[in-house]
């Protein structure tokens, strides 16, 4: 596989912010840290690829056959499984600037090294979403199975994303103890800001593309200085994302997002985050590009923020599919022109 996801499924509830125009909630929504980042790398996985895309969907007794019908519409290499008692279920609550609360209503069951199949500990690439110091558990804990199951395959990538609650300032010494374990950390603008105690000037002037560069650039000289390589994706909402990396190639780029010179086709920003690291991951996978892996991730991101929900998968006469009604490869090659870019290798195996 190219892609595992260590996030979870969670049934969400979704209350808008006052300012939306409709701000009614919605309900028993699919949802989770998991689920959109492995559609983020679904999106960008047409079949055969999309059974490279691995995540673990632990299903309640309220996991219904038609959540279970869309999931295996999908055709990825999910693997799930019974729960006893409910799915995990959460509520979500937006205020301005699509500030984003959440809290579990349900018992959660937090995946580890231990719920890993064979298959599964051979993949290329894992996501976390974690605690500094569960990051670092994570990534020894899976590096330590994968030794015993698969002692000749290549050490793989480790893409971490903050969990929001432990990007604090209070952190930052454990989130430079993280970068050592892994090969991508990728926070949004806002929680970076808030590690490096910047987050009253992007608080009292908005966003701010010098706060992000100097932070990056901190996480990268730590990296440098104890010998590691490391690439830096922050996402920033409609801004865009600003990657940069200390490997060979060193880059340091803005890329736009897709939406962002029409911010009328957003209609809910739940999951962009994760669908964005799910397409950057099997980008990076196929390509070994990081600005590659941004487009891709960025067009994955673009088409889970464009309704309440999951977009939707449907086929064409001629059998090619389409999300939301769009081609992804056709979306892709829009976004590269737009930017400059014109090689493509999406569906390339």
Same mark, same amino acid.
């Given at each position: 596989?190219?892609?595992?996801?260590?996030?979870?499924?969670?049934? +969400?509830?979704? *209350?808008?912010? !006052?300012?939306?125009?409709?701000? $009614?909630?919605? /309900?028993?929504?699919?949802?989770? #840290?998991?689920?959109?980042?492995?559609?983020?790398?679904?999106?960008?996985?047409?079949?055969?690829?999309?059974?490279?895309?691995?995540?673990?969907?632990?299903?309640?007794?309220?996991?219904?056959?038609?959540?279970?019908?869309?999931?295996?519409?999908?055709?990825?290499?999910?693997?799930?499984?019974?729960?006893?008692?409910?799915?995990?279920?959460?509520?979500?609550?937006?205020?301005?600037?699509?500030?984003? +609360?959440?809290? *579990?209503?349900? !018992?959660?069951?937090?995946?580890? $090294?231990?719920? /890993?199949?064979?298959?599964?500990? #051979?993949?290329?690439?894992?996501?976390?979403?974690?605690?500094?110091?569960?990051?670092?558990?994570?990534?020894?804990?899976?590096?330590?199975?994968?030794?015993?199951?698969?002692?000749?395959?290549?050490?793989?990538?480790?893409?971490?994303?903050?969990?929001?609650?432990?990007?604090?300032?209070?952190?930052?010494?454990?989130?430079?103890?993280?970068?050592?374990?892994?090969?991508?950390?990728?926070?949004?603008?806002?929680?970076?800001?808030?590690?490096?105690?910047?987050?009253?000037?992007?608080?009292?002037?908005?966003?701010?593309?010098?706060?992000?560069?100097?932070?990056?650039?901190?996480?990268?000289?730590?990296?440098?200085?104890?010998?590691?390589?490391?690439?830096?994706?922050?996402?920033?909402?409609?801004?865009?994302?600003?990657?940069?990396?200390?490997?060979?190639?060193?880059?340091?780029?803005?890329?736009?997002?897709?939406?962002?010179?029409?911010?009328?086709?957003?209609?809910?920003?739940?999951?962009?985050?994760?669908?964005?690291?799910?397409?950057?991951?099997?980008?990076?996978?196929?390509?070994?590009?990081?600005?590659?892996?941004?487009?891709?991730?960025?067009?994955?991101?673009?088409?889970?923020?464009?309704?309440?929900?999951?977009?939707?998968?449907?086929?064409?006469?001629?059998?090619?599919?389409?999300?939301?009604?769009?081609?992804?490869?056709?979306?892709?090659?829009?976004?590269?022109?737009?930017?400059?870019?014109?090689?493509?290798?999406?569906?390339?195996?």
């Amino acid at each position: 596989m190219d892609f595992l996801t260590l996030g979870m499924f969670i049934i +969400d509830d979704i *209350y808008p912010s !006052p300012s939306a125009k409709n701000t $009614e909630p919605w /309900l028993g929504i699919p949802g989770g #840290a998991g689920t959109y980042s492995a559609l983020g790398a679904r999106l960008v996985s047409p079949p055969p690829l999309s059974r490279r895309v691995g995540w673990i969907v632990d299903c309640g007794s309220d996991f219904s056959p038609v959540l279970r019908a869309t999931v295996d519409s999908w055709e990825t290499g999910a693997l799930l499984r019974p729960r006893e008692g409910l799915t995990t279920r959460g509520w979500n609550g937006y205020s301005a600037n699509e500030h984003r +609360d959440f809290k *579990y209503l349900t !018992p959660k069951i937090r995946l580890d $090294e231990n719920d /890993l199949t064979p298959d599964l500990l #051979a993949c290329k690439s894992y996501h976390m979403v974690c605690s500094q110091q569960r990051c670092i558990d994570l990534v020894t804990g899976i590096a330590a199975r994968r030794r015993n199951a698969h002692p000749d395959l290549d050490y793989p990538l480790f893409i971490y994303e903050p969990n929001p609650d432990h990007a604090l300032p209070q952190q930052l010494e454990n989130t430079l103890e993280a970068i050592k374990h892994v090969d991508v950390i990728s926070p949004n603008h806002s929680e970076l800001a808030h590690l490096f105690s910047r987050e009253a000037e992007v608080h009292e002037d908005g966003f701010k593309a010098s706060v992000v560069e100097e932070c990056t650039k901190k996480l990268l000289d730590a990296a440098t200085s104890g010998g590691h390589e490391l690439t830096v994706v922050v996402r920033a909402g409609k801004e865009g994302c600003y990657i940069a990396t200390n490997r060979q190639k060193s880059t340091r780029a803005w890329l736009p997002s897709f939406h962002g010179l029409d911010q009328s086709r957003v209609v809910d920003p739940t999951g962009g985050g994760n669908g964005f690291l799910g397409g950057f991951a099997v980008g990076l996978v196929r390509t070994g590009d990081v600005i590659e892996a941004a487009i891709w991730g960025s067009i994955s991101a673009s088409l889970c923020i464009e309704q309440v929900g999951i977009p939707v998968l449907e086929h064409g006469e001629d059998g090619n599919e389409t999300w939301n009604g769009v081609n992804v490869l056709q979306r892709v090659n829009e976004f590269r022109r737009r930017i400059g870019v014109y090689d493509n290798t999406i569906g390339a195996v």
